[in-house]
């Protein structure tokens, strides 16, 4: 089996947990390029991934060379970097969320289908056990009820909290202060 060519386009907070997951499959594939308008990030990112990989300004400039790309750029610019691999034929993990317009979604779903590629948009913290509590948490609370949280409830979701924000819980309770959760008590 050949290695799935990977490029990273967006070079944000994000980047380096794709950068991560690619060495971690790297039996499986590589990460040729990353992309930013801003170089140095771009720079950077490469540079965590190791030698085979080089920075772009451009992440038209790669498309050609890569089997499929990871698209971490800001949420309204989604839609044209998606059409834009999909017009390269390229397949794509999107992070979250798909698009900030249903117009803009219609659009990059029939350009995805018409170029006959893959678009997987990346909903990773389902899993998760604390975004599955959370979830339990809010299918037992009547919609237009308040949300009193218990004690351990409160945990649950500042933990959930600092994994969206990429924090260590720890460090957001220190942020949040001692009394995070005092009006559920």
Known sequence: MSRLRLGLIGCGWIAAAHVRAAAELA???SLLWAADPDVARAEGVAAQAGSGCRALADYREGLAEVDAVIIATPHHLHAPVVLE?????R????EKPL???LEDADHMLAAVDEAGVTLMVGYTRHYQPEFRRLRALCAVVPRRAS???RRGDARVVREAAARLIGLPAAECARAWG???GAAAR
């Not at 397949?91 to 999107?94: E, G, I, N, R, V």
């Open 27 to 29: 039996d499986r594939c």
């Open 85 to 89: 691999a999909a017009r390269a034929r």
């Open 91 to 94: 397949h794509m993990l999107l």
């Open 99 to 101: 698009a900030t317009t």
């Open 147 to 149: 949300l009193w949280l």
């Open 178 to 180: 001692p009394g995070f």
